[in-house]
């Protein structure tokens, strides 16, 4: 079945640098995407990524694509206080057009 | 634009009422849906519709019913509340569908079910 999983929680010092990790069950997903969700509001789309790329860089955000492992991650360098939210991962499955599939979400706590 | 607005921010119903939750956007946008979000879970996504007079069920579509008779506004209806239902609901749109267009997703209503 689909499934993405997410670590529940991340805990890093402000400056330093974030990883984000997410896994998926559909080798077939067409395009994965890392949502972000402050206190309080909606979810903000920050960046996705087609199948047939590995890697996507967007000023401070990376994000990693290993097909073979059904791994996906979000590199967010020089992490401010700012960044502190939930960070959703999220895939389309194959046959699943209009159905986003969302992890359980990651907690980024940025502190001094 | 607005966006994709929602109301009521908040809700509390018994069981047994019924609620209608609405959502509008302003940007055109043909694709909709519907997500409940629970602790631990992420988003499922209960109704969508991809066009005035078009939606289909999503994930967990039980206890929901949906109607789309313009482009703008598309409300979910809980016809008989249940505390299954407490959660956090989220209305999305999009030009397209999700997999080639960014999803604005609304502020969210929480409601709460005794």
């Known amino acids: 079945g689909e499934d993405v999983e997410q670590s529940l929680f991340l805990s890093v010092r402000e400056g330093d640098s974030s990883v984000i990790n997410c896994t998926y069950t559909?080798?077939?997903?067409?395009?994965l995407y890392w949502y972000k969700q402050e206190p309080g509001a909606g979810l903000q789309l920050l960046t996705y990524?087609?199948?047939?790329?590995d890697m996507k860089q967007d000023q401070r955000l990376t994000v990693l694509l290993n097909k073979k492992d059904k791994h996906l991650s979000l590199r967010i360098a020089d992490t401010q206080t700012g960044d502190s939210a939930i960070y959703f991962c999220a895939e389309i499955p194959s046959g699943g057009y209009n159905k986003l599939i969302f992890g359980a979400g990651t907690r980024l706590a940025v502190h001094p | 634009n607005a966006g994709v607005t929602q109301t009521p921010k908040f809700q509390v119903l018994k069981t047994g009422q019924s609620m209608t939750l609405q959502c509008a956007q302003d940007m055109n946008h043909e694709y909709m849906s519907w997500y409940r979000q629970d602790p631990g879970m992420g988003l499922r996504l209960i109704h969508y519709?991809?066009?005035?007079?078009?939606?289909d069920q999503g994930e967990v579509p039980n206890g929901y019913n949906v109607s789309r008779s313009t482009t703008e506004d598309f409300p979910l209806r809980l016809l008989s509340a249940a505390p299954s239902q407490t959660s956090v609901y989220f209305c999305?749109?999009?030009?397209?569908?999700?997999?080639?267009?960014?999803?604005?997703f609304g502020p969210g209503t929480r409601l709460l079910v005794l």
């Open positions: 990524i087609f199948s047939n790329m």
């Open positions: 519709s991809v066009g005035a007079g078009i939606t």
């Open positions: 999305a749109s999009s030009r397209q569908g999700a997999n080639q267009e960014t999803q604005y």
């Open positions: 559909d080798s077939s997903s067409t395009y």
